[in-house]
Nanobody
């Protein structure tokens, strides 16, 4: 009944930009927390960006100043605009959303590759 689905992953050259999208069920789209995580090769899943307090975004130090998280309210879609991509940004990116009852939902992930 609740669906979370990422899309937009691609192969990008270092310094390039890419926007990821996460379609979230209407009933939980506006509920915090909601955000993006990633898991690089040989690494554990880590927090990237999210909304935990109203519309004020939070970012991991590794992406602050380069990534921007936003909500497209008309489309019930969570976006992640990634600029100045680095090889270390290569990872499977996951979207998460939370129901009003506290259950956390995850998407299947979308692959971002940063290479020349």
């Amino acid at each position: 009944q609740v669906h979370v689905a990422e899309s937009g992953g691609a192969l990008v050259q270092p310094g390039g930009s890419l926007t990821l999208s996460c379609a979230v069920s209407k009933n939980i789209f506006s509920i915090n927390p909601v955000g993006w995580f990633r898991q690089g090769p040989g690494k554990q899943r880590e927090f990237v960006a999210g909304f935990t307090d109203g519309d004020s975004p939070n970012y991991a130090d590794t992406v602050k100043g380069r990534f921007t998280i936003s909500r497209d309210n008309a489309k019930n879609t969570l976006l992640l605009l990634m600029n100045s991509l680095k090889p270390e940004d290569a990872a499977v990116y996951y979207c998460s959303a939370k129901s009003p009852y506290g259950r956390v939902y995850w998407g299947q992930g979308t692959q971002v590759t940063v290479s020349s």
